[in-house]
């Protein structure tokens, strides 16, 4: 409860996130740590301790490093989504802030949440030409597969978030080159988005149909993506749980009503 403290603790998660986030990546294709380089913006270090190797500083291409603080803008909060939730949840016990976050990002680890993206990735590769877009669709709509990527549980109408995700993608393609797989993005786009089936649905693209394309060129692989999620969103956690604190928010402790057996005598287990 000392704010100095909290502050300190909030900070240092905040700086942290990237570096445990490229160090994991790092590790686990065999490359040795990059530490962090202090004279560099929250962006550009990020990606210089992912793809740093032998020069002596890393510059990062300053249209992909200002495509990063976007995304990671645009994912910092987001209401009261599922981890959040948890952070909250957790927090309300007065745990350490370390403890809250690693439960966010349990939530977050499930493919409902923190997957969107990569599921988008799968989907279009699973399509794998513009020319199967109708049959796709089609399917859908026969119940056959899913939209991944579209609707959301609170934007009913144009995810504005993915107006913005739209047009950077393009600033980073103009860097890594074109994804091959937009053209089937935006294939797919114009067919949902003319079909009555899923307007009427409020079915429309969301933020993370385009932002994991935006990852996919620059390189970062699929089974990353929601460490890409997390990394922004801890200052987001980390606002609910100071906000908790200050306004002595008492524990989460919800109420369930019961719908089971009447009451039910003991018997032994042997009598069962």
């Excluded at 009261?80 to 309300?92: E, I, K």
């Amino acid at each position: 409860f000392d704010p100095t403290i909290r502050y300190k603790q909030v900070i240092r998660l905040i700086a942290k996130m990237p570096t445990l986030a490229a160090d994991a990546h790092r590790f686990s294709v065999g490359m040795p740590f990059v530490y962090p380089d202090n004279s560099l913006s929250f962006a550009a270090n990020f990606l210089s301790m992912m793809w740093k190797t032998a020069e002596p500083r890393f510059d990062a291409n300053p249209a992909l490093a200002r495509a990063v603080d976007i995304l990671f803008i645009l994912h910092a909060d987001h209401e009261q989504n599922c981890s959040t939730t948890a952070m909250r949840v957790v927090g309300s016990s007065h745990v350490d802030p370390y403890s809250a976050c690693a439960a966010a990002c349990a939530a977050l680890y499930g493919p409902r949440h923190g997957g969107a993206n990569e599921a988008v990735i799968r989907m279009l590769s699973q399509i794998g030409s513009i020319d199967n877009v109708p049959d796709f669709i089609r399917s859908v709509k026969e119940g056959h597969g899913r939209l991944q990527g579209f609707g959301h549980r609170v934007y009913k109408n144009y995810d504005p978030r993915a107006k913005i995700v739209r047009k950077v993608a393009y600033d980073v393609f103009e860097v890594t080159g074109k994804n091959p797989l937009l053209d089937i993005a935006l294939k797919l786009e114009d067919a949902a988005l003319a079909d009555d089936y899923f307007t009427s649905r409020k079915l429309y693209p969301n933020v993370d149909f385009y932002s994991g394309l935006i990852y996919q060129a620059m390189g970062f692989p699929l089974e990353m993506f929601p460490v890409l999620f997390a990394i922004p969103r801890t200052s987001g956690w980390l606002a609910h749980w100071g906000e908790m604190l200050d306004q002595d928010t008492k524990i989460a402790r919800p109420r369930q009503l019961y719908t089971g057996s009447p009451r039910r005598d003991y018997k032994p287990i042997s009598e069962r």
